[in-house]
C-alpha cells in the first residue's frame, strides 16, 4: 500500500470522527510520527498501523495482504488464540500463545501487552485477586501509560477492551460494583460512539453488556440490568453473536424475580426457559444445570412443563 494512501487513510477517519492527534497517538507513538505519518512522510510500523486504525474503528485486513510470511502468521495465530479462548479451550491456547512470544519481537509495548494479558487471563487461577489486577493494569498501560482508576482513554483497541472488561470482573469479584460498573459503561458508550467497527464491536459487545448488567443486578439496580439485558439480548439476536445469549436471559430472568413488580414473575418464568434453551443449543452443560435449578426453586408452577419440554436433554 502507497505511503501516502496509508496517511491519507488515518487522517481523514481521524477528521471524521473528530479525533486529536493527540488523543489518537497517545501511547502508540509520539504526535510528531502520526503527523509525519499522516503527511506521507513517514512508513507507519506494522504495530503503529494496526493500533491506530483499530482505534479509529477501521479493518486492518487490508495492511495484511502488504507483509511478510511471518508477520502474517503472527497476526493469524493472534486470532486463533483469541477464538480458542472464546471457545475456553484454554491448554491449546497457551500453547499457542508460548509460540506466539517466542516468534514476536517481545521489545515492542504491543507485542508485551498481548502476551502478558493472555498470559494472565490463561493462567488467572495462578494469581490472587490483587495480583490479577495488577497484571491487567500494566498490560493496558503499555499502550496508554496515563491509565488509572480515574483515566480510561476514549480510544479503545481490542487488547484495551479485554483487559478492561477483566478489570471489571476483578472489581466484581471485590464487591465494588459502582467501579465496575463505571469501567463497563465507559466500554459500552466506547461501543456506541460509531468510532468501533461494527464487526470488531460485535466481538465483544455482548459480553461487555452482560458483564455490564450482572453488576447491576448485583448491586440491586435492578430496572438497569433488565434494560442492559434486553440491550444485549436484541443485539445477539440481531447479529448472529449469540455466546452470551443465554447468560443475558438468565440475567434477565434473575433481576425480574428480584424486582417483583406485577407481572415480573410471568416474564421471569419465559426469560429462564429462554435461557436453559440457549444454554442448551450452546452445549453449555453446566449453565443448564445452573439455570434449570434457578427454574425449578422459582417456578414450581411450571416444572412439568418443562420436564416435558426438555425431558429429551435432561
Not at 465494588?176 to 456506541?192: C, G, Q, R, T, Y
Not at 436471559?249 to 406485577?262: Q, T
Request: net charge negative; hydrophobic share 35%.
Amino acid at each position: 500500500m502507497p505511503v501516502y494512501k496509508i496517511g491519507y487513510l488515518i487522517k481523514e477517519r481521524r477528521l471524521e470522527l473528530g479525533i486529536t492527534q493527540e488523543d489518537l497517538a497517545d501511547g502508540i507513538c509520539a504526535v510528531t510520527t502520526l503527523s509525519r505519518i499522516e503527511n506521507g512522510e513517514r512508513v507507519p510500523s506494522k504495530d503503529h498501523f494496526e493500533r491506530l486504525i483499530q482505534r479509529l474503528g477501521v479493518s486492518d485486513i487490508v495492511f495484511y495482504t502488504h507483509v511478510d510470511k511471518n508477520t502474517l502468521y503472527l497476526h493469524e495465530l493472534k486470532f486463533k488464540i483469541r477464538d480458542l479462548i472464546a471457545q475456553m479451550q484454554y491448554k491449546e491456547a497457551m500453547e499457542l500463545l508460548n509460540d506466539y512470544s517466542s516468534k514476536a519481537d517481545m521489545s515492542l509495548r504491543f507485542e508485551k501487552q498481548f502476551v502478558s494479558l493472555y498470559h494472565t487471563l490463561l493462567n488467572k487461577d495462578s494469581f490472587s485477586l490483587d495480583e490479577r489486577l495488577y497484571r491487567l493494569s500494566e498490560a493496558i498501560s503499555f499502550t496508554c501509560p496515563r491509565y488509572n482508576d480515574g483515566f480510561i482513554p476514549n480510544l479503545l483497541s481490542y487488547e484495551e477492551i479485554i483487559a478492561l472488561n477483566n478489570i471489571a470482573i476483578c472489581y466484581q469479584e471485590m464487591r465494588d460494583f459502582n467501579k465496575a460498573i463505571s469501567i463497563l459503561s465507559h466500554i459500552k458508550n466506547h461501543h456506541e460512539s460509531g468510532i468501533v467497527n461494527r464487526e470488531e464491536c460485535l466481538k465483544t459487545q455482548t459480553m461487555v453488556l452482560y458483564n455490564l448488567s450482572k453488576n447491576y443486578g448485583l448491586s440491586g439496580k435492578y430496572d438497569e440490568c433488565i434494560e442492559i439485558c434486553d440491550l444485549g439480548i436484541k443485539i445477539a439476536c440481531e447479529s448472529g453473536r449469540c455466546g452470551c445469549l443465554s447468560q443475558l436471559h438468565y440475567n434477565r430472568a434473575w433481576a425480574l424475580s428480584k424486582r417483583m413488580l406485577p407481572g415480573d414473575m410471568e416474564q421471569a418464568e419465559t426469560a429462564a426457559r429462554k435461557a436453559i434453551f440457549a444454554a442448551v443449543s450452546m452445549g453449555d452443560e453446566q449453565a443448564v444445570e445452573h439455570y434449570k435449578q434457578f427454574y425449578f426453586q422459582n417456578f414450581t408452577q411450571f416444572n412439568l412443563l418443562l420436564n416435558y419440554d426438555i425431558g429429551v436433554i435432561t
